[in-house]
């Protein structure tokens, strides 16, 4: 069976940790590639304003182009409503039966599973990769992660990988007080939010 990982999020913008963070599954998992899967509507993020959906889309396009092992996916952008991790699962389930899904996070969000949509179904229909994020230990994920998996029966896998405290949301205030984000994002990314004038207020939000 293909052993295909799945990067999701707003990407708003993509930016180097979640490039770092898929490519250290890739390699230590032995994936065979890795989607980035922009979301359209996620349950958490409802009230706040979010890029337009192409701005989004693009700037995964140009983050991603030089990596054969990594591929857009569109999944979540063309459905309609909010965007539940559980339905996403489901529906590439029925149309890859023979692929094993690899859903990677950071280890805050490993934390809130259980809060979200369906969670018995995520954990059926994919293995779970985490990695350290914010203020957890290593210990901390490694317990979570047992916990999870004796409950739900999941399959979790702990990512030995550097912790970047890089944030969407600070880069998105950065560039609006007019800060260089470069390095943070890949060039291509930093030059197009630079062209369209992203987060500063003077142009597309």
């Given at each position: ?98 692929v094993t899904y690899y ?25 779970i990769v985490a990695a ?8 901390e994920l490694r317990d ?62």
């Amino acid at each position: 069976m293909m052993k295909i990982g799945i990067m999701g999020g707003t990407f708003n913008p993509i930016h180097m940790a979640h490039l770092i963070l898929a490519q250290s599954a890739l390699e230590q998992l032995g994936l065979d590639k890795v989607l980035f899967m922009p979301s359209k509507r996620p349950p958490h993020k409802c009230n706040e304003i979010i890029t337009e959906d192409w701005h989004r889309e693009k700037m995964v396009e140009l983050a991603i182009k030089d990596n054969p092992y990594f591929e857009l996916s569109r999944v979540e952008l063309t459905r309609e409503g909010t965007t539940y991790t559980a339905d996403t699962l489901q529906e590439l389930t029925i149309q890859n039966p023979d692929v094993t899904y690899y859903f990677i996070m950071g280890a805050d969000s490993l934390f809130q599973m259980e809060s979200w949509w369906e969670p018995q179904v995520i954990f059926r229909l994919a293995h779970i990769v985490a990695a350290v994020r914010g203020n957890e230990t290593r210990q901390e994920l490694r317990d979570q992660a047992e916990l999870l998996s004796s409950k739900y029966g999941a399959f979790i896998h702990i990512l030995n990988t550097p912790y970047l405290d890089i944030a969407s949301h600070d880069l998105r205030n950065m560039a609006g007080k007019g800060c260089s984000i470069r390095y943070y994002v890949p060039d291509a990314v930093c030059d197009y939010i630079m062209e369209h004038h992203l987060f500063s207020g003077k142009g597309q939000k």
